[in-house]
């Protein structure tokens, strides 16, 4: 069964810390990654995709990819009490193209002021 | 950003009866839609992958006969909860994509909190 896994924390940091979240999966053939937000309540947001190794950096989040270790990482930059929320890691399901997402149980963050 | 919508937000209703979700894409058109859902404190779990105008196509577990689904165009997918019980109270959640490479981004509704008495 193709698994993806988090910490469910919480992680705590302090304001204007660097906050690391990190998730690994099981299926080799996976190609697509992908970083989700979610606020108490309400649905995910995208924050960030990634499909190649290495970095990818947008503002203050950096995505990292490594797939001989099959892990990916979310780092998030001088981080803010409105960053507090679920991080969902979700890996395509399969290697065809349904787009099939397959989710972590999520890092909860608590950034506190 | 694309835009993907649900209605209603939230429903309560008696054990026994039909609820339907609608999920919408309001500025794109969505080739697949997804239908999640969420129980308090865990993970999104996939129910069901939509393609407009062929049946959906269900992931183990999910009774196709309860979890309706229905692709009508390629802005709209609808979810029944046949005869709905308190078991099936959740947070449903659909998204949607407008492209068919798996690197393309689902974009998710607000979803749709079903509370069943």
């Known amino acids: 069964q193709k698994e993806v896994e988090q910490n469910s924390g919480p992680l705590s940091v302090p304001e204007g810390a660097i906050a690391s979240l990190n998730c690994t999966y099981s299926d080799r053939v996976s190609q697509s990654f992908f970083w989700y937000r979610q606020y108490s309540g309400k649905s995910p947001e995208l924050i960030m995709s990634i499909y190649s190794n290495g970095d990818k950096e947008d503002g203050r989040f950096t995505a990292q990819l490594n797939k001989a270790s099959q892990y990916v990482s979310l780092l998030i930059r001088d981080s803010q009490p409105s960053d507090s929320a679920t991080y969902l890691c979700?890996?395509?399901?399969?290697?065809?193209?349904?787009?099939?997402?397959?989710f972590g149980q999520g890092t909860t963050l608590q950034v506190k002021p | 950003g694309a835009v993907v919508s649900q209605h209603p937000s939230w429903v309560i209703c008696k054990s026994g009866t039909s609820v339907k979700i609608e999920c919408r894409s309001l500025?794109?058109?969505?080739?697949?839609m997804f239908w999640y859902r969420q129980f308090p404190k865990q993970s999104l779990m996939l129910m069901a992958t939509s393609n407009e105008g062929s049946k959906a196509t269900y992931e183990q577990g999910v009774e196709k006969d309860k979890f309706l689904i229905n692709h009508a165009s390629l802005t709209l997918s609808t979810l029944t909860v046949t005869s709905a019980h308190p078991e099936d109270s959740s947070f449903y959640i659909c998204?949607?994509?407008?492209?068919?490479?798996?690197?393309?981004?689902?974009?998710f509704g607000p979803g749709t909190r079903l509370t069943v008495l």
């Open positions: 998204s949607a994509r407008s492209g068919t490479r798996s690197t393309d981004t689902q974009y």
């Open positions: 979700a890996v395509n399901g399969d290697s065809g193209n349904t787009g099939k997402l397959i």
């Open positions: 500025d794109f058109q969505a080739t697949t």
